[in-house]
C-alpha cells in the first residue's frame, strides 16, 4: 500500500506539472496579411524549427487579407502584433491610431503591376482608363498602385480598380482585367503557370519603401518589453535560417504552406523573399533595421499625394531599441 500510495502520489504531480509547463510559454498572436503561404515559411517552419519556442514564446498566426486587414486585427485586438506594410501605417496613423513600428521585416519594396505585352501597357502613364486587378482594397497591391498612379498625375478616379484575391493572375490571364497589381513572388508563380510575356513596372523605381513591417500598438509596446524583444530576436532567427538555408525551408514548405507543394517553386519564392529581407542598412546594422530616411521619404510622399492629411514624424513611431544585435556582433 505505500508504495502504491507513492506512486499514485508521483503520477498525480506529473499530472499537475504537465499543464504548469506548457503554460510556461508566452502566448504571441501575429496577425499576418496572408494565409499560410511559401514565402512565410520561417514562419510557418515554427512546429519544426521552435525558433519562438526557443524564446519561450507560443506563436499564433491569424492569416488575413492584405497589410491593412492585419493591422485592423490588431486594433481590434485580436492580434499583438501585425505583420503589414507602410502604406497601412501610414493611414491608421492619420486616423489618430497610437502605434509603433519595430521591425523591418522586408525593407526592399516588392510590389509591382504587371500587363500582357500585348496589351500595350509599358508605364503607369498607360494605366489611364484600364481595368486593374488588385489582391484586396485592404492589401499593399491597393496602395503601392495608388502611389504609382500618383506619380504620373492619375488617380482612382482615372482607372477602374477590381479586388481579385490572391490568385490575382487569373483574371489577367483570362483577359478579365487589363492589368495586376501583384508582388514578385506572385509574379513568379504566374509565369511558371504561363503567364506569356509581360512588361512590368516596378513601384520601387518611384518609391522603394519597404513591402511589410511588423507593427504594435504603442500602450503594448510599453507594457511588453522584454517579450517583444524575445519574439524580435526568435523572428531574427528565423529569417537568419531561410536566408541561410532555403533548400530546408523549400522542403518544409511542401507540408506546412498551402501553396507548398512544388518544392522548386518554393526555393524560387523563398529565394526572392530572402533577398528582399536584406538591404544596405541590414547589412551593416544587422537585420529588422529601418532606414528612417525611406520611411519618412514615404509619409511625406503619401502626404504630398494627397493619401494621408497629418504630417507623420516616423522618428516618433519607429523604435529599433528591442532588435537584436547584428549576428556575430559582440
Known sequence: MPALRAFLLLALSL???????AQSLDKVTVAGWSQPISEITNLLAEPDKGFFKAK??????????????ALQTLIAGQADIAFTDPAALYLALDKGEKLVAIYNIYPQNVFNVV????????SAADLKSKRIGVYSLASGTYQNLLVLLHQVGLGEKDVTIQPTGLLNFAPLMQGQVDATAATDTGLL????????????IEVRDQLNLPSDIFVVKE?????????????LAAYRDSAAWMI????????IAVTRAINGRDEAVNLEIIKLRNASSVSATTEREGL?????????????????????ARQIDMKAVVKSDLLPQKEGAP
Request: cysteine-free.
Open 189 to 200: 508563380v504566374a509565369r511558371a503557370k504561363g503567364l506569356g510575356e509581360a512588361n512590368v
Open 56 to 69: 519561450g514564446i507560443a506563436l499564433d498566426y491569424v492569416p488575413g487579407n492584405g497589410g491593412g486587414a
Open 115 to 122: 500587363a500582357l505585352k500585348s496589351s500595350g501597357i509599358r
Open 15 to 21: 499530472l499537475v506539472a504537465a499543464p504548469a509547463a
Open 219 to 231: 500602450s503594448y509596446y510599453e507594457q511588453n518589453r522584454p517579450l517583444l524583444q524575445r519574439f
Open 288 to 308: 529588422g533595421r529601418f532606414d528612417l530616411e525611406a520611411l519618412q521619404k514615404g509619409a511625406d510622399t503619401f502626404r504630398s499625394l494627397g493619401l494621408i
Open 244 to 251: 541561410a538555408k532555403p533548400e530546408e525551408a523549400a522542403r
